[in-house]
């Protein structure tokens, strides 16, 4: 089993930033590409960021190209997503995403997700 715990979330003012964290531990022998996804108030949970395993593959949603940036970390199986000029349409819960396999990149095909964080931008 592997468990991932999000971290870096909080509030922050229109056109502000955050950086948010994901940490697997547990099962981490192997190495797992990762994604982040959002859920905000009354919506139902999208996808926002993926990166592979190696990093070498990246992909965006087009509501967060050219805002945000997903980066693996300096640790194995960890994560970063830098998140600049938020909008309040960004408010949601960020979930961490762990896969395995690049089944259904990079939307779906996730086998483990984080309890998720907050991040509230206010106007």
């Known amino acids: 089993q592997v468990q991932l715990v999000e971290s870096g979330g909080g509030l922050v003012q229109a056109g502000g930033s955050l950086r948010l964290s994901c940490a697997a531990s547990?099962?981490?022998?192997?190495?797992?590409?990762m994604g982040w996804f959002r859920q905000g108030p009354g919506k139902e949970r999208e996808f926002v960021a993926a990166?592979?395993?190696?990093?070498?593959?990246?992909a965006y949603a087009d509501s967060v190209k050219g805002r945000f940036i997903i980066s693996r970390g300096n640790a194995k199986n960890t994560v970063n997503l830098q998140m600049n000029s938020l909008k309040p349409e960004d408010t949601a819960v960020y979930y961490c995403?762990?896969?395995?396999?690049?089944?259904?990149?990079?939307?779906?095909?996730?086998?483990?997700w984080g309890q998720g964080i907050q991040v509230t931008v206010s106007s």
């Open positions: 995403a762990a896969r395995k396999f690049m089944t259904d990149w990079p939307t779906g095909g996730y086998d483990y």
């Open positions: 547990g099962r981490t022998t192997d190495s797992y590409g």
């Open positions: 990166i592979s395993w190696a990093g070498g593959s990246i």
